[in-house]
Nanobody, 116 residues
Framework: QVHIVESGGGLVQPGGSLRLSCEVS????????MSWWRQTPGKQRELVAV???????EYEEFVKGRVIISRDNDKNAVYLQMNSLEPEDTAVYYC??????????WGQGAQVTVST
């Protein structure tokens, strides 16, 4: 069974930055596209960014220019550097394999709260 553990969330003021980390216990991590998602109460989980297996990055329009996704295949880890955070970015952030849906059981997520 694949385990996903996200960390790095917290409370930050508008305009601030956070770096989320995600570790995945899966064999062959480098062969999977990895993605970050977010969810707010009452809404569906939405895709934020994707790190492809050939090293490319894909971003949803609402975060483009403000976040950077990266991965370390030696550590089975994927990261999300978030800058210029806005209150609308408040959500629980999750990572998973895949792009259109999560390959594995979702982890507990990392709560990000952007507020004064």
């Amino acid at each position: 069974q694949v385990h996903i553990v996200e960390s790095g969330g917290g409370l930050v003021q508008p305009g601030g930055s956070l770096r989320l980390s995600c570790e995945v216990s899966v064999t062959g991590f480098s062969h999977y596209p990895m993605s970050w998602w977010r969810q707010t109460p009452g809404k569906q989980r939405e895709l934020v960014a994707v790190s492809t297996i050939d090293g490319k990055e894909e971003y949803e329009e609402f975060v483009k220019g403000r976040v950077i996704i990266s991965r370390d295949n030696d550590k089975n880890a994927v990261y999300l550097q978030m800058n210029s955070l806005e209150p609308e970015d408040t959500a629980v952030y999750y990572c998973n394999g895949g792009r259109n849906y999560g390959f594995w059981t979702w982890g507990q997520g990392a709560q990000v709260t952007v507020s004064t």
